[in-house]
C-alpha cells in the first residue's frame, strides 16, 4: 500500500520498535527519510547504552533523526507537504505514525464483561475473563507481567501465543496456568542486531531498591544484564560489528 504513492520524504513519527523499522525499511526502498520522537528513542526497551547506539547506526546509514520533538501539526492541502513540531518544519510527501497501541475491545463492550485497570479485558491464570466459559488472550487481555506481578498488557507475539495455548487448552477442559507476561524485541537495524528482555535499568530502579547492572563488551558484541532481589529482571543485547543481511 505504501509503495503505490508516488513519494520520495518520508517522515516516521515515533520511538519505538514499530517506528525504527519502517524507518529502515522505507531507507532501504530509496526513500529520504526523518525519524521524529518525542522522547529519545527505545525508552521503554533499551537502556542508554544500547539507544544511543542504535539512534547512532540510523544516522550513520542516511536517516535524520530528531528526538524531544514534539509533532504540533501536518500541514497540506490535497496531501501531506510538511510536519511541523516545536523546533523546526519538514518538508514530506508522505507521513507515517507509529506511536504506540491500545487494546482493542470492541467486542466485548456492553456484555458485562469486566475490564481491567489497564482498559483491557481482565483474565485470570488461566485466560477466562469474567463470564465463565469465555476467554481472552493477545493484545486485547490484561494479565500480569512476570517479573512484578502488576497488571499489564504486553503486545508481543511470543505473549499471545501462549495465552492463546492457555487460552485453548482450558476451554476444551485441559487445565492450564499462564505464568505470565513479559517483553522480548528484537531489531535488525542495517545489519547491527539488537535483543532486550524484561526490564530496562530505569524501570528496574523503580521497582526495587537493590537493583544491579552486570555489563560487559565480548568479542564485539555487548550485554547488559539487570539483577534485583536476587533475580534477572532484564537482559540487553548488541552486536558490536555488522552482520549481513
Not at 513519527?13 to 527505545?42: M, P
Not at 467486542?107 to 485466560?127: C, F, N, P, S, Y
Not at 493484545?139 to 487460552?167: L, P, Y
Request: glycine share 8%; proline share 0%; with cysteine.
Amino acid at each position: 500500500f505504501i509503495r503505490s504513492f508516488n513519494a520520495q520524504k518520508a517522515i516516521v513519527i515515533g520511538a519505538g520498535a514499530t517506528a525504527i523499522e519502517a524507518a529502515v525499511a522505507l531507507k532501504k526502498r530509496g526513500y529520504s527519510v526523518s525519524l521524529l520522537a518525542r522522547s529519545r528513542l527505545l525508552r521503554k526497551l533499551f537502556d542508554d547504552e544500547v539507544a544511543f547506539r542504535i539512534q547512532e547506526k540510523l544516522i550513520q546509514n542516511g536517516i535524520e533523526v530528531f528526538t524531544g520533538e514534539k509533532v504540533l501539526q501536518i500541514c497540506g492541502k490535497e496531501q501531506v507537504e510538511t510536519v511541523l513540531t516545536n523546533k523546526r518544519s519538514l518538508d514530506c510527501d508522505i507521513v507515517l505514525i507509529a506511536t504506540g497501541m491500545y487494546p482493542n475491545t470492541a467486542l466485548v463492550r456492553d456484555t458485562g464483561i469486566e475490564m481491567g485497570q489497564t482498559g483491557a479485558i481482565k483474565v485470570d491464570d488461566r485466560m477466562q475473563t469474567s463470564v465463565e466459559g469465555i476467554y481472552a488472550a493477545g493484545d486485547c487481555a490484561e494479565t500480569e507481567d512476570i517479573f512484578t506481578g502488576e497488571r499489564v498488557v504486553s503486545m508481543f507475539w511470543h505473549n499471545a501465543k501462549q495465552q492463546g495455548r492457555v487460552a485453548g487448552l482450558n476451554a476444551v477442559g485441559v487445565k492450564k496456568r499462564y505464568q505470565g507476561s513479559f517483553s522480548i524485541a528484537v531489531l535488525n537495524v542495517f545489519g547491527t542486531h539488537a535483543i532486550s528482555i524484561g526490564h530496562t535499568e530505569a524501570y528496574a530502579k523503580q521497582k526495587w531498591t537493590d537493583c544491579e547492572v552486570i555489563e560487559k563488551k565480548l568479542n564485539k558484541t555487548y550485554y547488559r544484564i539487570i539483577t534485583a532481589e536476587g533475580l534477572c529482571k532484564g537482559i540487553q543485547y548488541l552486536s558490536l560489528i555488522h552482520i549481513s543481511e
